[in-house]
């Protein structure tokens, strides 16, 4: 029975592909189904679908072997919000909280003192360091990334009351699948702790840790009774994965210019230069947040970037006006098609 | 014609398969073709495919998810040859000659006064700093790519009469098939530095880019009137990848530990201690030179590791007695099975 049925679908798959080749293009295009459902039609779909469409046509000068389609994505503010924290500031001060029990002269120590006392703004870029070597280090690996698994288990984000893994948004897990579909290698580029971004990226967006680029935690390898360890020294591996950083990072992890790359921020130019002002096809794209009602509406730390997209031809994408949905309905699985990936769940464990 | 065709050989495979079904094991088994036929049989062979059959068998213990079968591979002395130089020095060398004529002060100036006197045994770890700086250094990433990719087109093994690219051995290049058809990612984890290696591993190996650790030389994002560029500062970013710094860039790049290490030398011992001494299955290998025949024989920077694979369990694998072959014989194609990828080949060169 089931050869006779492999049999018949073998048939009409080769009698299917025997009409679409005499069939003129146009009528192609318009039984083809709608790549990306949950993004409304305009510009910034249209832009997208065009430039996947060009690189990946056979007969296009354009065209870009699989092997060489690379796709960067920034995360915070890109893949899931960054307010009204930038996530992976949350989980640290989280951290010192949690930790300031055994350290009771933060109390008065800063910056762990501006952190207890809720005190955000007084806190800058150059207070980095010191908040990443406190909560990054000290510990392995491994004991690291169990922090980090537990927090994204238990954390919840404050307006929206969903844990912040849940958080990403619909339409780009639907890209970052249209894209995969189409050949590309998907590589989050972002400025948060690579281990941080590991521990979710595996389970959020079917990225594995090693297409992961973050700011890099240095390790030190040892041997103890437990067997061998890499041992978080907590400094920062220069340079910090952000602005002049991405680029430098992406040649490192890569090796490979990409063709995509997806950013929402100041922070995202330098990769969105690198990616489109070289030579060959390359296409940037900047999200915009300008929808107050259903995630959040600000310019700023975005200014220069949306002056240059107008300038450089980037692509701008309007969460008001491109995206059909934002989050997944509460009652609505997270991931909408195919399985998740375990990888990231584990990881660091073994 | 080709749906009836297509039709009966279907109709085989599902036929096969059946019988196949209905077999006992060690009927299957013996049936099963050599997956290593440039392997001569013995406890080596038998290790390497032991365990790839437990870690990817459903119904054992040891199962080990396809995103998580990472292997890694050292490079010099492991795929290809390190003698008479390591070839990564020799790459170096050779630029200095050439460009001893622009920098008339190297005559007398060490270690270069020593590379153009040909004065190696001179020459130590501590100097490699100022030989990678002048040779790494002061250009762009597209002009040092092409450097090394002219290099790797044009000279010569002194002793082999083959291009460098050309002296991948060929039972090694069947391993690697041999762990991709299992699921398995395979990273190239060397001393040399990323790019060069970059420059050849698609190529030689059919290793992307991206999944090359080698030595890292920095780069500084900047835009120059031909748009953005990354400039090579020639600086080495720590660790060299080597000793300890092998699992260290290990997490850093892929961020899981690997379950099979294959390396050759002192330099690999980290790496092999990291990959099988922590909790799950963990296959760590080494190639032993002692074909003095076909290839070169020696034990200096490698007895330690040899000392440790009795301790540790770790597979020895004998140039000798294993390999059925060497190097590709001269007349016949470099890689044997499959396409060649064509990345490597224009990397950097968008």
């Known amino acids: 029975m089931r050869g006779k049925y492999g049999t018949l679908t073998l048939a009409m798959v080769i009698l299917a592909a025997f009409i679409g080749g005499c069939a003129s293009s146009p009528d192609i295009q318009e039984v083809r189904p709608d790549p990306l ?20 046509d056979f007969f296009s000068d354009s065209l870009v072997p699989v092997e060489e389609r690379i796709a960067v994505f920034d995360n915070d503010g890109t893949l899931w919000p960054e307010k009204p924290l930038y996530f992976p500031l949350e989980f640290i001060f989280d951290l010192i909280e949690e930790m300031a029990e055994e350290h009771p002269a933060w109390k008065t120590e800063e910056p762990f003192r501006w952190v207890l006392e809720e005190n955000y703004s007084a806190i800058s870029t150059e207070d980095f360091p010191a908040l990443i070597q406190a909560t990054h280090g000290g510990m ?33 897990l639907q890209l970052l699948e249209y894209l995969r579909k189409n050949g590309f ?17 595996g389970l959020a967006y079917k990225i594995p840790p090693e297409q992961v680029i973050g700011t890099t935690i240095d390790t030190r390898f040892e041997i103890t009774d437990k067997g061998p360890v890499l041992f978080r020294t907590g400094n920062i591996v220069p340079p910090l994965n952000d602005r002049e950083g991405k680029p430098v990072n992406i040649q490192r992890y ?18 969105l230069q690198y990616t489109t002002e070289g030579r060959g096809p390359g296409l940037g794209v900047l999200l915009h947040h300008d929808d107050a ?8 730390g975005t200014e220069k970037a949306l002056e240059l997209a107008k300038e450089n031809g980037w692509t701008v994408v309007s969460m008001k006006n491109d995206f059909k949905e934002v989050f997944p309905e509460k009652e609505e699985e997270q991931v909408k098609s195919g399985d998740q990936l375990s990888t990231g769940s584990g990881q660091g464990d073994r």
């Open 37 to 56: 459902p949950l993004w409304n039609d305009g510009a910034a779909k249209e832009q997208i679908i065009g430039f996947v469409d060009d690189i990946s």
């Open 140 to 172: 392995t690996q491994r004991e690291f990334s169990r922090l980090a698994r537990k927090w994204l288990r238990t954390a919840e984000h404050p307006r929206f009351e969903e844990k912040y893994k849940k958080l990403a948004y619909t339409p780009m």
């Open 185 to 201: 290698k998907i590589f989050i580029c972002s400025g948060g702790t690579a281990e941080f971004i590991r521990a979710y990226s």
């Open 293 to 300: 009602e259903r995630e959040y509406s600000y310019d700023e």
């Open 254 to 271: 890569i090796g490979l210019r990409p063709i995509i790359a997806f950013g929402n921020s100041d922070g995202d130019i330098q990769m």
